[in-house]
């Protein structure tokens, strides 16, 4: 029985929430601001005397609201980043594989010498990867051999430096300006 471990918030989902909670501050504060100088100008008995009050109160509710739509853009600009993000890890997962059985092929790997190099690019040890297979680790070792040969590499360090450069040499998702 496994046991996942809890679920903590990200300083992402932290600076949402948090941008989230300065927005309803900054409404309540110009909804005040806004009823305050409305009600100022209707029972003010002279307009003139309480004038500059009145100035002053309205550059606040500007400035408030100013900052409510700087806040309100960068929420969903940060929304959008996080989507995009999330986006590019389901199709990095999915292209990886892909990418790997493409070089398996290409390097035409026997199904046993696949199954050994997956198990290098995940970072398990020889002896790991024999019991893995009931084999003996002399043999893991003469596949491994064998794949990088087929594969044109000096040992388990090149082969995984040769995937994560193939991943990261272009973008997955275009970057779109729509915010």
């Known amino acids: 029985m496994t046991s996942t471990p809890p679920k903590t918030s990200s300083p992402k989902q932290n600076k949402s929430a948090m941008l989230w909670g300065l927005l309803v ?4 504060c110009t909804l005040f601001f ?9 029972l003010a008995e002279e307009i003139l005397a309480g004038f500059s009050h009145d100035i002053l109160e309205s550059m606040v509710v ?3 609201s100013l900052s ?5 853009t960068e929420i969903r600009r940060m929304l959008h980043r996080q989507r995009r993000m999330e986006d590019q890890i389901k199709i990095a997962s999915g292209a990886f594989v892909s990418m790997l059985n493409q070089y398996f092929d ?14 290098l690019i995940k970072g398990m040890s020889f002896s790991d990867i ?9 043999t893991v070792k003469a ?9 044109d590499v000096t040992g388990r360090a090149q082969l995984l430096s040769f995937f994560i450069e193939e991943l990261l040499s ?4 275009p970057e779109v300006n729509d915010v």
């Open 62 to 64: 500007l400035a408030m």
């Open 130 to 138: 024999a019991k893995m297979r009931n084999t003996k680790e002399g």
């Open 34 to 42: 806004l009823t305050d100088a409305l009600g100022d100008m209707i």
């Open 106 to 119: 290409s390097w035409k790997l026997t199904p046993s010498e696949r199954d050994v190099a997956l198990f």
């Open 68 to 72: 409510i739509v700087f806040t309100i």
């Open 170 to 173: 272009e973008e997955l998702i």
């Open 143 to 151: 596949q491994c051999n064998a794949i990088y040969n087929k594969s």
């Open 25 to 28: 501050i900054q409404i309540v």
